[in-house]
């Protein structure tokens, strides 16, 4: 499932995902206590990365 791959790969292009599929992760992201990312900090960002965005 396109989902579990994307948990399990913090290096997935979000480019290459569906927008759906994107809009589904931006909350799952922000509910995420690893993963500290906003919603802004998620869209600016290329790849999910566990660290937070070096701008932030």
Do not use: G, H, W
Not at 8 to 36: G, I, S, T, W
């Amino acid at each position: 499932m396109l989902i579990s791959s994307i948990k399990n790969n913090p290096y997935y292009v979000r480019d290459a995902m569906p927008k759906e599929a994107y809009d589904l992760l931006v909350p799952m992201l922000e509910l995420n206590p690893v993963r500290r990312y906003t919603c802004v900090e998620a869209l600016n960002c290329k790849y999910f990365k566990q660290e937070p965005s070096p701008k932030a």
